[in-house]
């Protein structure tokens, strides 16, 4: 019997359900196991002052560390771009919907809530009169404070709101916005030892969504240096050729560094070398802005 571990709310459920669903397509019995994780219960904080690692996977790392549970199921935007020693990436599902929309809301402000730095910089690049206001909670939480406020609007991932049948009719998808590395794909995770275990997960994964999201990554990694920052990124596979795009703005939104390029025969390496370009081209400055005003609270 394969463990699946997840996260108890109702997205991170219906995640761990579909990887049982498709191992037992292919022969092997399995089931879910809850865990709760840090990102779940303090709720009261925007998530990147809550410890940017791993805040949502963590708990689940551990599990898995301590032979609770044999996979872990993420949300793969929510992972760290380097894993725990001893865990390993299994494989990554066929991608779902990557854009964020606007989930209008009853009140006529000027506000939008979100708890995503990368969110409210580029919504305030090009809509600098708008107020932003934080917003946490699972996908049900934030819906229902969307409907008793006067704002505006939130903004969420749609493919999340989809995933459980809660996308509400009164949204209006944002094409401009590029989402977060790995928006919209689910990764399975487990520990390097179990080459077994691996050998029969693996057969789920899906090499273009495999692709795109390793060179989100990559630019996400070599871009972030361990730092917080506003950062966005969308490789698109089309008959072997790569269509990718990356911003970095500033924290209030005022800037933003974008950079797209076309590949044939694309690697992680050409997302990594697209964020040096980026460094280049101004990109260290900004990460250096914003590292200090993390440092300096």
């Not at 399995?30 to 708990?59: H, M, N, R």
């Not at 969110?119 to 809509?127: G, I, S, T």
């Not at 209006?172 to 077994?196: S, T």
């Amino acid at each position: 019997m394969i463990r699946i571990g997840s996260r108890e709310s109702s997205l991170a459920l219906w995640q761990a359900e579909k990887v049982r669903n498709l191992l037992e397509g292919l022969g092997f019995k399995s089931k879910v196991v809850k865990i709760k994780s840090k990102g779940d219960i303090i709720l009261d904080k925007p998530i990147y002052e809550l410890g940017t690692t791993g805040v949502f996977t963590k708990t689940l790392d551990i599990a898995l560390l301590n032979d609770e549970i044999d996979l872990a199921v993420h949300s793969m935007k929510d992972v760290p771009t380097l894993l725990p020693k001893g865990i390993s990436e299994y494989a990554v599902l066929e991608r779902g919907e990557v854009k964020d929309i606007l989930v209008k809301g009853p009140g006529g402000s000027n506000t939008i809530a979100t708890g995503s730095l990368r969110r409210k910089a580029q919504w305030l690049n090009r809509n600098p009169e708008c107020e932003i206001v934080g917003l946490r909670g699972n996908i049900n939480t934030r819906l229902a404070k969307v409907e008793s406020s006067n704002w505006h609007g939130a903004i969420f991932a749609k493919a999340g709101l989809e995933r459980i049948g809660v996308l509400p009719e009164n949204h209006e998808v944002l094409d401009w916005m590029i989402p977060a590395p790995a928006q919209g794909a689910l990764l399975i995770v487990g520990l390097e030892e179990k080459q077994e275990l691996y050998g029969k997960v693996s057969e789920l994964n899906h090499p273009d969504s495999q692709l795109e999201t390793s060179i989100e990554r990559a630019f996400l990694r070599t871009l972030e240096g361990g730092c917080t920052a506003p950062i966005g990124a969308l490789a698109e596979v089309e008959k072997g050729t790569v269509k990718f795009t990356g911003v970095l703005n500033s924290l209030c939104g005022a800037k933003e560094l974008r950079i797209e390029k076309v590949w044939d025969n694309a690697t992680a390496d050409d997302g990594a070398k697209s964020a040096e370009e980026l460094l280049a081209n101004g990109g260290d400055e900004l990460i250096a802005k914003i590292k200090s005003h993390f440092d300096g609270k």
